[in-house]
């Protein structure tokens, strides 16, 4: 069956970087697109990035903008986030999902999520 297990959450002061892993089984990844989402505490789910299943296509929301780099490996069957310049506000549960190429990252499946939160 489908699995996606995302790792690589903690704790990170301000200014400080972490790096997602999403590791993926049950399904062929080399033709899904992938993408990043979060969900802050008592607030909604947030799109974060996309990549398209080749790699070829990335693409962020604004405020990502700069500071977070999406990028998959299709041999090792994994996409990351590598998220630097870490403010208060990143702080969230973050999910990886997969979404069918030409749908416009509209996720058919999602992972358990991993929690980052940035604190001093």
């Known amino acids: 069956q489908v699995q996606l297990v995302e790792s690589g959450g903690g704790l990170a002061q301000p200014g400080g970087s972490l790096r997602l892993s999403c590791a993926a089984s049950?399904?062929?990844?080399?033709?899904?697109?992938m993408t990043w989402a979060r969900q802050a505490p008592g607030k909604g789910l947030e799109w974060v990035s996309g990549?398209?299943?080749?790699?070829?296509?990335?693409y962020y929301a604004d405020s990502m903008k700069g500071r977070f780099t999406i990028s998959r490996d299709n041999a090792k069957n994994t996409v990351y986030l590598q998220m630097n310049s870490l403010k208060p506000e990143d702080t969230a549960l973050y999910y990886c999902?997969?979404?069918?190429?030409?749908?416009?990252?509209?996720?058919?499946?999602w992972g358990q999520g991993t929690q980052v939160t940035v604190s001093s």
């Open positions: 049950g399904f062929t990844f080399s033709r899904y697109d």
């Open positions: 999902a997969k979404a069918p190429p030409g749908t416009g990252w509209a996720a058919d499946y």
């Open positions: 990549i398209y299943s080749d790699g070829s296509g990335t």
